[in-house]
């Protein structure tokens, strides 16, 4: 399909209105259009009360003296306070009586002949999991404001071990276990970690992610830095040999036999590092994202409970597909989810081990009331066919939910139809690493939905779409988008770079002189002030639901020896959305092969990790460049896409100059 024809689904859809179903299990929070649009006004013209009474309901040491303060582009919420996380997502459970309930239901990937391995963890379970772990922490002397790095599979030590962090006020950062270990290690280094947590292996689609031996290579690499790492390791028996290196490795199951299984929750000001979360941009290396604790807790913790209608004692098992190692993990599976004592469900695995229901198997046996999950799986469950679907008995859901990237209306619709049986309202949540929690996304009893639009600000997001100029653009007008006034889950900074901080979300666009948050999205919003959003207006593209940066991939390209020159652009992908096109230049003596793509391929899967490996990769002689020496992007993009012929001559390189030369002039 191509992008104009995307367009016209989109026009046809955008007249149908899918009204709000009513509940098939706890009555919905907010039930009526009306209702969220007052609530939405108040928490705009007055946040300060809208969410001081919600933060009310969370355990705080030290009440807060004022609600927020923000001098673009810094702010502070509930400051004075003191909380923590951990405490509100799990101790506070307990002191209210309800230690017994079951707070994290986990399944593993392998299914033996007994059915898979499932593990159920009650609220006082886990609070002396994570004692124990944070005294772990503790013993190798990681301090308050130290950042533990994190490198796992989904299995519950992950969110053990990220709770344990939060108690003691040590900040975590997790990252994704398909990246590589150079990619490790430049985070550590940027951290200034001492510890990572990770595992002898994570199984994936019956395979095994060897996670100790890329920590193994991590810290070979930080070495020559002279950096000194210690590592704790879970035992996953995965079959995997593993090296041991006695002077700093630990196993996981050693440690926390030997300490205490109590460990107070460490009062944490509003304001202290909650934990950093590396995400591509458009330049350079990848960024620590720095959320604190009190605002990002009310406020994930809020969205989740609204946009997924979480309601306490109704049997309601919540399920988010996502990795720990996404911001949607974090805020979507721990710390939004847990707070409002509604059990999380983590599964380890592939969506397609060992067959292609595996999903909806769990959906059935577990009775998941809300699931959530991104467009690019929701493409590859339409491509296996609808009867992996149809033959569970999906009837427990209640909201359905997507994230990542924009969904084309075909798979909302078969969402719809096809999983939700055309009863159960979609929840399309855009938003970001930076925003913590949902910006805009509908409310499941509340909101009319129609296919591909995420519908309405979610409380006190003040989002617009404007020109550069900051004024608001008309109706359907295609515009940048911005959120003009700060909330509470908003990220804080840029981990030890200010200056990228300001450059990146805070330089683009002014409104009465003062900087607003410019999400790096474009967007425009309809006749009834719905909210569509078109992508990335910078150099990020989204591949299957994750970020990567253009120049990350390119920098990676031109390491290798073989490579002159590169220029990396988006491309349409029936599955992943975007995928990725690499056009090179080679170095005298390479010649261009089938070969020389395969070592590439597998050269950036050794530098960033295996999501980052290009799906075409073009030698040409020279890249189209402007004038000026830009290189035409969107040349490359329309080259990239099949909608520019190029011509290829005899020899093994294409050559792009003519086809540059019949454009139009400069690209800007
Ligand atoms: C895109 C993921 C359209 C967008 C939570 C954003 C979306 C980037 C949606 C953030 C959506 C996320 N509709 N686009 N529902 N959700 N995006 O930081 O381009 O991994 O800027 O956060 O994903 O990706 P990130």
Redesign the pocket.
């Known amino acids: 399909m191509s992008q104009s024809e995307g367009n016209i689904e989109s026009i046809l859809h955008e007249s149908r209105l899918f009204e709000p179903p009513a509940p098939s299990g706890a009555p919905w929070l907010i039930d009526s259009l009306d209702e969220y649009k007052k609530l939405y006004q108040r928490s705009i013209d007055d946040p300060k009360s809208f969410w001081g009474e919600i933060a009310d309901g969370f355990h705080w040491f030290h009440k807060w003296k004022q609600v927020v303060s923000f001098e673009a582009p810094d702010a502070k919420w509930f400051v004075g306070g003191t909380t923590n996380l951990c405490y509100n997502c799990v101790d506070k459970h307990v002191r209210d009586g309800y230690g017994d309930e079951v707070a994290l239901v986990w399944e593993g990937e392998p299914v033996g002949k007994d059915g898979p391995e499932v593990k159920r963890f009650t609220y006082a379970e886990l609070q002396k999991e994570i004692s124990k772990f944070a005294n772990v922490l503790r013993g190798l002397e990681v301090h308050r404001g130290d950042v533990v790095t994190i490198y796992m599979g989904m299995i519950p030590e992950l969110a053990i071990a990220i709770l344990a962090c939060a108690r003691i006020g040590a900040a975590h950062s997790v990252i994704f276990g398909g990246f590589s270990a150079q990619a490790i290690a430049d985070r550590v280094e940027d951290a200034k970690s001492k510890v990572i947590v990770t595992c002898d292996g994570a199984w994936r689609r019956g395979n095994v992610v060897p996670l100790k031996e890329n920590v193994d290579h991590a810290i070979e690499i930080l070495k020559q830095s002279k950096k000194k790492v210690a590592a704790v390791v879970v035992r996953q028996r995965c079959k995997n040999g593993i090296e041991w290196h006695e002077e700093r490795d630990y196993w996981w199951h050693d440690l926390v036999h030997e300490v205490d299984d109590q460990c107070e929750c460490v009062p944490l000001d509003s304001e202290e590092m909650a934990f950093l979360l590396y ?1 591509s941009g458009s330049t350079g290396k990848p960024k620590g ?1 720095k959320h604190t604790v009190g605002g990002y807790m009310v406020y994930t913790a809020t969205s989740a409970k609204y946009v997924f209608n979480l309601v306490p004692g109704e049997g309601q098992l919540y399920w988010c597909t996502a990795d720990i190692g ?3 993990g974090h ?1 979507y599976i721990v710390y939004g989810i847990m707070p409002n004592r509604v059990p999380t469900f983590m599964y380890e695995g592939a969506p397609n081990h060992p067959e292609a229901d595996r999903f909806w198997d769990i959906v059935e046996r577990h009775k998941v009331t809300q699931f959530y999950t991104a ?1 690019t799986a929701i493409r590859a469950f339409m491509k296996w066919g609808d009867e992996h679907v149809t033959k569970h008995d999906l009837s427990s859901l209640q909201v359905l939910g ?6 084309n209306p075909e798979a909302w619709m078969w969402y719809h139809n096809v999983v939700g049986g055309g009863e159960c309202p979609i929840v ?8 913590g929690g949902h910006m ?2 509908p409310l499941p009893g509340a909101t009319p939905t129609k296919p591909g639009s ?1 519908t309405l600000p979610f409380f006190g997001v003040d989002a617009a779409v404007v020109d550069q100029e900051g004024k608001e653009v008309p109706a359907n007008h295609g515009g940048l ?1 911005v959120v003009r006034k700060p909330w509470p889950g908003m990220l804080r900074g840029v981990y030890g770079d200010r200056q990228r901080f300001i450059d990146t979300y805070w330089s683009t666009v002014k409104i009465d002189g003062k900087p607003v948050y410019t ?3 474009g967007a425009r919003r309809d006749e009834h002030g719905y909210f569509w ?1 078109m ?2 207006i910078d150099d ?1 593209i ?1 591949v299957s ?3 990567l940066g253009t120049m990350e991939v390119e920098s990676a390209l031109v390491a290798h020896e073989a490579v002159v020159e590169a220029a990396v652009v988006g491309m349409p992908h029936e599955i992943k959305g975007t995928g990725i096109a690499a056009f090179c230049t080679l170095a005298t003596g390479y010649e261009a092969s089938d070969d020389l793509r395969d070592k590439l391929r597998a050269h950036i899967g050794e530098q960033i990790g295996a999501i980052a490996k290009p799906d075409m990769i073009r030698f040409t002689d020279s890249l189209p460049k402007t004038r000026s020496g830009k290189i035409m992007r969107r040349l490359l993009r329309s080259i990239a896409a099949g909608e520019v012929e190029v011509n290829q001559d005899t020899s093994t390189l294409e050559d792009f100059s003519v086809v540059a030369r019949l454009q139009a002039t400069d690209e800007s």
């Open positions: 995400t994202i996404w911001i949607t805020s467009p997507t994230v990542g990237e924009p969904i399309d949540t855009y938003w970001q690493t930076e925003t805009i996304t995420c988008l999400a790096g999205d959003i992508g990335r990020v989204n639901g994750h970020r």
